[in-house]
T-cell receptor, first 112, second 112 residues
Framework: DAKTTQPPSMDCAEGRAANLPCNHS???????VYWYRQIHSQGPQYIIH???NNETNEMASLIITEDRKSSTLILPHATLRDTAVYYC?????????????FGKGTTLSVSS | DGGITQSPKYLFRKEGQNVTLSCEQN?????MYWYRQDPGQGLRLIYY???????QKGDIAEGYSVSREKKESFPLTVTSAQKNPTAFYLC???????????FGQGTRLTVV
């Protein structure tokens, strides 16, 4: 499986956009990019996923570079409640004998 | 409401005792997972199951056991062979392997 590299921590001012990078230079053609986040002492929450096109939902936008070697999760207007650990994962969907593997993620701190 | 239920939220046990953590889902998901999280660390995969009566070891299965007799239930037993059982345990499920996973709120196990 492709490995991901994320910065250990980032800061963001409330109301500003939070741009969280992820490098996945060894990603293969059939691996999707997933983002989850975990607020302290809770279970992780799914945010968004994509293959090669940019994706947007009510929570965030996912920008994947054309070569697919990196991606950026964008929280357009960060709030204090967005303070969490954000995990970037690359996986093949519906592949038997596999499961989502989480790294250490990026701790995003949103401050007023 | 549909979702994943883990119980109890906090659990205390004496060293040397086996303990079983409950995980139930009513999402009709095929795949279920157990993860362990230690302070300041990411999630590590213990066991996962993709269909009833079948399960596979994850990265840190030693000292743990599971069963999958029913689609909606995936209990985890922490045995006395697990050297450092104190941790935050998270259960998850997904419709298919590696698709969007939904997590429970976790069980915090403390062994004294």
């Amino acid at each position: 499986d492709a490995k991901t590299t994320q910065p250990p921590s980032m800061d963001c001012a409330e109301g500003r956009a939070a741009n969280l990078p992820c490098n996945h230079s060894t990603i293969s053609g059939n691996e999707y990019v997933y983002w989850y986040r975990q607020i302290h002492s809770q279970g992780p929450q799914y945010i968004i996923h994509g293959l090669k096109n940019n994706e947007t939902n009510e929570m965030a936008s996912l920008i994947i570079t054309e070569d697919r070697k990196s991606s950026t999760l964008i929280l357009p207007h960060a709030t204090l409640r967005d303070t969490a650990v954000y995990y970037c994962i690359v996986r093949i969907i519906n592949q038997a004998g596999t499961a989502l593997i989480f790294g250490k993620g990026t701790t995003l701190s949103v401050s007023s | 409401d549909g979702g994943i239920t883990q119980s109890p939220k906090y659990l205390f046990r004496k060293e040397g005792q086996n303990v079983t953590l409950s995980c139930e889902q009513n999402l009709n998901h095929d795949a279920m997972y157990w993860y362990r999280q230690d302070p300041g660390q990411g999630l590590r995969l213990i066991y996962y199951s993709q269909i009833v009566n079948d399960f596979q070891k994850g990265d840190i299965a030693e000292g743990y056991s599971v069963s999958r007799e029913k689609k909606e239930s995936f209990p985890l037993t922490v045995t006395s062979a697990q050297k450092n059982p104190t941790a935050f345990y998270l259960c998850a499920s997904s419709l298919f392997p590696n698709t969007e996973a939904f997590f429970g709120q976790g069980t915090r196990l403390t062994v004294v």
